[in-house]
């Protein structure tokens, strides 16, 4: 959540392209720190 200053995103593995796009598209939409 862009509300905390921490928080985790927790996804199951992505079965297939499209899911896997839109999780890296959430991830840069919050800006979070991917390390």
Do not use: D, H, M, P
Request: with cysteine.
């Amino acid at each position: 959540s862009w509300l905390r200053e921490r928080a985790y995103v927790v996804t199951q593995s992505v079965r297939n392209k499209q899911a896997s796009n839109e999780f890296w598209r959430c991830v840069w939409e919050i800006g979070a720190n991917v390390s």
